[in-house]
């Protein structure tokens, strides 16, 4: 049996393989529904949620973050980057949730709209932040600069092995698409996201198609809508897990 | 800040009297330069000693420019300052009032200024 959330120290490596880092926000003991962020690949961490939306969202909820695996402080296995291995580590940072939310950028979106899928009755909301739908594919450039600057040399010497000496390029791109027929999938309430000057805007017509518009948002900002938007995103994102404002009652509210 | 390490603390009410030989009081306000110290002892201990053996950690020092840190290095050390701090030192409240751009500016200085506020209220 694991602890409760909020006797875990804040941030904490849990144990298995691989090891992943995880972090919490806010306290677990208001009775509001949890919310576990993904972000997105490669230059994504948990701290890019961290840094932007987090703190924010965490004024309303509990939340759960964690760098998934190969990225930040998670541990990088050479092979295994396959959406069902990401589907394992976030069974694992999420074994001591009865019910939860799930906010996913990118890649982070993918594994988020998979596990709404595959477990209906324990995801009660889920929010996809410029998620690549319907095959445009994510550009995978293996060195992406963190948004906190780029490498110099004193950070290349210590990080000198990075995903380019994985099998997650490969695995990704060996991945179904996720697409309209995932989204519609999905049975708990979704709210999908989009960066106006993204290259993955043309998903914002699937899944207005897949879910109606008023499950689909667009916000001034690029594919790091998280970045660009931080304020409106996390508005956004409390706004769509209050009880009070679901989708379904947005139209009564004017 | 180049106080002299004598000096007493300001006039916080109830506080007691300053002595000169109190060195460890753990409920009191640290002491000018010992969060600096501090905060520059736990990046070494985040980001590896061997990195910053060549850097002279101080007030001024950048976390991205100077240290090259990755916003995830930055999260480690916030964890480590929080464990070392305990729940009087807010970081989540402190980070949801920033903006990006005041974290790729962030100083050791500043941080070791917000930890000082919240220990000494």
Do not use: K
């Amino acid at each position: 049996m694991s602890p409760p959330a909020d006797t875990v120290p804040p941030g904490a490596a849990l144990d298995g393989t691989p090891s992943l880092h995880v972090r919490r926000m806010g306290r677990a003991d208001g009775g509001a529904l949890p919310v576990v962020m993904l972000h997105g690949a490669v230059s994504g961490s948990l701290a890019s949620w961290w840094m932007t939306c987090a703190p924010r969202v965490a004024r309303a909820h509990p939340v759960v973050l964690y760098d998934l695996r190969g990225h930040g402080l998670s541990e990088r296995p050479a092979t295994g980057y396959r959406l069902r291995d990401h589907l394992d580590d976030l069974a694992r940072v999420t074994a001591h949730l009865d019910a939860f939310a799930l906010v996913g950028h990118s890649l982070g979106g993918w594994i988020s709209v998979e596990a709404a899928r595959a477990w209906p009755d324990r995801v009660a909301a889920l929010v996809g932040v410029d998620v690549p739908l319907g095959g445009i594919r994510p550009e995978l450039s293996l060195d992406e600069p963190d948004p906190v600057g780029a490498p110099g040399a004193r950070r290349r010497r210590r990080h000198p092995i990075r995903l380019s000496h994985t099998s997650f390029r490969a695995d990704l791109e060996a991945e179904t698409q996720v697409d309209a027929r995932s989204l519609a999938g999905v049975r708990c309430p979704t709210l999908m996201t989009f960066g106006r000057h993204s290259p993955f805007l043309a998903g914002a017509e699937i899944a207005t198609a897949a879910l109606g518009a008023p499950a689909v948002r667009v916000f001034d900002g690029g594919h790091a809508l998280h970045l660009d938007a931080t304020d409106q995103l996390s508005a956004a994102i409390v706004e769509f897990l209050s009880p009070t404002t679901a989708p379904t009652d947005e139209a009564s509210r004017g | 800040m180049t106080q002299p390490h004598t000096s007493p603390p300001s006039s916080r009410p109830g506080a007691p009297p300053a002595t000169t030989a109190d060195a460890a009081d753990p409920s009191g306000e640290p002491r000018p330069g010992e969060v600096v110290a501090t905060v520059a002892q736990l990046v070494g201990e985040v980001i590896g000693e061997e990195y910053v053996a060549d850097l002279d950690i101080g007030p001024d020092t950048s976390f991205s420019d100077d240290l090259e840190m990755e916003s995830i290095e930055f999260v480690a050390l916030a964890e480590a300052l929080q464990l070392r701090f305990g729940e009087r030192v807010d970081f989540v409240a402190w980070l949801a009032e920033l903006e990006l751009d005041d974290l790729i500016d962030m100083t050791v200085g500043r941080v070791a200024a917000f930890i000082e506020d919240c220990l000494s209220r």
